[in-house]
């Protein structure tokens, strides 16, 4: 597609909810990251992706987060149990060859 | 110390005025360096790349200080326009840090 992708758009979630976020990004692009934006602070970062394979998942806050991307393309990120500390916006961001960064409009979880 | 820091602000400035923005970093082997516009409520979006050699673009202007760790924006004869927040952003081929941003307010 033309540009990063993400759904949903609004998220709310009851507290001890599961969700899943998913992120659809350029097409070609092999570098995919999720970041976490609470309000009025600057993205975090939470894992990254060349392709199919995790190289990084430093950033996620527990073993509640868990990111996948299982063909190379579409990745999805999951929240187990939600806590209202989970509520952010979760931007997903995708590269070729490390040159600038393509955000998507991002999914705004609240958890309630 | 953080990663990545910058100033705030915000920064009132008059249309047509000057502004410039610096961004510190602490990783000294970092390699890349953008700074990236994000309006309220929307997604950052890349402004422009830092070079060693400092860049231009229209009224843009970014340079790149590997000795003292920092980067600037300088925006010469600012809009309405340019009202956002923009975020300095630090890295490497596998992870970017961002800053805080620094919000921008232009008023008539």
């Known amino acids: 597609g033309a540009g990063v992708s993400q759904s949903p758009r609004y998220k709310v979630a009851k507290r001890g909810q599961d969700v899943a976020l998913r992120c659809d990004p350029i097409?070609?692009?092999?570098?995919l990251f999720w970041y976490q934006q609470a309000l009025g602070q600057g993205p975090e970062f939470l894992t990254y992706f060349q392709n199919e394979a995790q190289l990084d998942k430093s950033g996620l806050p527990s073993d509640r987060f868990f990111a996948e991307r299982p063909e190379g393309s579409v990745s999805t990120l999951k929240i187990q149990r939600t806590q209202q500390e989970d509520s952010a916006v979760y931007l997903c961001?995708?590269?070729?060859?490390?040159?600038?960064?393509?955000f998507g409009s991002g999914t705004r979880l609240t958890v309630v | 110390r953080k990663e990545v820091e910058q100033d705030p602000g915000p920064f009132n400035v008059p249309e047509g005025a000057t502004v410039a923005f610096n961004c510190t970093y602490s990783n000294s082997a970092s390699q890349s360096f953008f700074w990236y516009r994000q309006d309220c409520r929307k997604e950052p979006k890349l402004l422009m790349s830092?070079?060693?050699s400092g860049n231009e673009d229209g009224r843009f202007t970014a340079q790149l200080n590997r000795a003292s760790q920092y980067i600037s924006l300088l925006i010469r004869d600012s809009k309405l326009s340019d009202s956002a927040t923009y975020l300095c952003?630090?890295?490497?081929?596998?992870?970017?840090?961002f800053g805080t941003g620094t919000k921008l307010q232009v008023i008539p």
């Open positions: 952003v630090v890295g490497g081929y596998q992870k970017v840090t």
């Open positions: 830092v070079y060693s």
């Open positions: 097409s070609g692009h092999v570098s």
């Open positions: 961001a995708s590269s070729s060859r490390g040159y600038g960064y393509t």
